[in-house]
């Protein structure tokens, strides 16, 4: 199994670019997050979603969309850029909501 | 608001020389409190989850620990390998799959 892969690895934007970051896990797990991590303020938690069809949004949503077409994708859009959205993005799978599998992440810088 | 709190920010050790890291909690309600190492420039790795006041879990060198307001991260003789940043984060019952995470303590061992 690749567990959970996201692409690209690193990303540079300019201020109102849009883009998508990929995430994809192989473990058919019916939960899957987008975290964003900054220092100092640990990682939070943007959209989730808990199933083809279903997302939701999470403590720090605006600016991101999400869909989620399968069970295996759920990948982040980045609308209009910003540079307050540079920042370290995380997806995470779980199976029964609880110990989760994270990617390695997407270092995104917004100039 | 569900909180976390982790203490030191960081912590700097010799090589065998044993301490612990705190993780104080608000929540309402506990599902689990999760304990996950960090690496630089890779995503978090589960370590642990307890569920109820005064559970333990232990891996090699780690043993962690569970109270109703605080989690403690105990580590016995670590070695240079054990540096890392470890994240502490918790689940209410009542929350679909959001984990919420402390800052975490960033741990150097010095061989």
């Known amino acids: 199994n690749a567990g959970v892969t996201q692409t690209p690895k690193f990303q540079v934007l300019k201020t109102g670019q849009s883009m998508t970051l990929q995430c994809a896990q192989d473990?058919?797990?019916?939960?899957m997050s987008w975290y964003r991590q900054d220092p100092g303020m640990g990682l939070r938690l943007i959209h989730y979603?808990?199933?083809?069809?279903?997302?939701d949004q999470g403590e720090v949503p605006n600016g991101y969309n999400v869909s989620r077409s399968t069970t295996e994708d759920f990948p982040l859009r980045l609308l209009s850029a910003a540079p307050s959205q540079t920042s370290v993005y995380f997806c995470?799978?779980?199976?029964?909501?609880?110990?989760?599998?994270f990617g390695p992440g997407t270092r995104l810088t917004v100039t | 608001e569900d909180q976390v709190t982790q203490s030191p920010e960081a912590l700097r050790l010799q090589e065998g020389e044993s301490s612990s890291l705190n993780c104080s909690y608000t929540?309402?309600?506990?599902?689990?409190l999760f304990w996950y190492r960090q690496d630089p420039g890779k995503g978090p790795e589960f370590l642990f989850t307890?569920?109820?006041a005064g559970e333990e879990k232990e891996k090699e060198r780690l043993k962690a620990t569970l109270t109703k307001k605080e989690s403690f991260l105990h580590i016995t003789a670590p070695k240079p390998e054990d540096s890392a940043t470890y994240l502490c984060?918790?689940?209410?019952?009542?929350?679909?799959?959001?984990?919420?995470f402390g800052q975490g303590t960033r741990l150097t061992i010095n061989p």
């Open positions: 307890l569920y109820s």
């Open positions: 995470a799978s779980s199976r029964d909501r609880g110990k989760q599998y």
């Open positions: 984060a918790v689940q209410a019952r009542q929350g679909a799959q959001k984990l919420v």
């Open positions: 929540v309402s309600g506990l599902r689990g």
């Open positions: 473990m058919n797990h019916e939960y």
């Open positions: 979603s808990v199933g083809a069809g279903i997302t």
